[in-house]
């Protein structure tokens, strides 16, 4: 793979996050572009979800650097994460059932208007970002209540585009979907990097993964185990990244 000399939007290095006697990470690097998916595999325990919640802001680590544009930066919750553009979509989605599309897209970020809701603004904004997602929700005053599990994922998705994020960081987006909801969902990854977002996608789903990632990347026991270009690679390579059947000799080398 040639040499990237673009600064990437994040860059992660020598990330190391332990929970007591557990090492959940051990000198972790990941880098992601703007307009670039990369993917996050590994099996159960892998420090997946945990590199997420790092980016995020939810965890600390407990050595390391993160840098965005090129520039330290250090969050203290998931709201300095989200001020400084990272958003993220956890398994549990965060939607309130008795609320309507556009209430959900706005939840704690209300427009107001001279002290008062803007309910007309937030309409037309929520309209707007299902249109750019080419989602195919039938109205934003829609109960959330009456939506598919894919359609409450691209409520989820959409949510994170209020504030204009540069990053955002999504887990298991298809998990529990079906096939015609995964196809929906991964279109709307694409959306996001065609609209200049880097993507972290964190999947077991290798189909769904070499679908829409430009990058994959391997954690073993919370460590890197491999960096492959999605269009070059296999899932029998991935694969034995995953299961420790083979491993690079110096994985770093390929996270640019």
Do not use: Y
Request: a negative charge; charged letters at 20%; hydrophobic letters at 45%.
């Amino acid at each position: 793979m040639s040499a990237d000399v673009r600064v990437p939007l994040l860059s992660m290095r020598q990330i190391t996050k332990r929970f007591g006697a557990v090492e959940a990470l051990v000198g972790v690097d990941l880098d992601v572009h703007a307009h670039e998916v990369v993917a996050l595999v590994g099996d159960n325990g892998a420090g997946k979800s945990t590199l997420a919640k790092v980016v995020s802001g939810v965890l600390a680590p407990d050595a390391g650097l993160v840098e965005l544009d090129g520039q330290p930066v250090a969050f203290g919750s998931p709201a300095a994460a989200h001020q400084a553009g990272i958003a993220t979509v956890f398994q549990d989605l965060a939607l309130c059932e008795n609320l309507d599309v556009t209430a959900n897209l706005f939840l704690g970020r209300e427009l107001r208007r001279g002290g008062v809701m803007d309910d007309g603004e937030m309409e037309q904004v929520a309209k707007r970002i299902l249109r750019d997602l080419t989602s195919r929700i039938p109205s934003v005053r829609t109960p959330l209540a009456h939506l598919s599990a894919g359609q409450r994922q691209s409520v989820a998705i959409a949510r994170t585009l209020i504030g204009s994020p540069r990053l955002v960081v999504l887990d298991e987006p298809t998990a529990a979907l079906s096939v015609a909801q995964t196809a929906e969902v991964l279109m709307h990854i694409e959306r996001l990097r065609h609209l200049g977002l880097g993507v972290i996608l964190i999947s077991h789903n290798l189909n769904d993964v070499l679908a829409v990632a430009d990058r994959v990347e391997v954690l073993r026991h919370g460590r890197n185990n491999g960096s492959f270009e999605a269009r070059r690679t296999s899932h029998e390579e991935i694969l034995g990244a995953i299961t420790g059947a083979t491993r690079l000799d110096h994985p770093v080398h390929a996270l640019r």
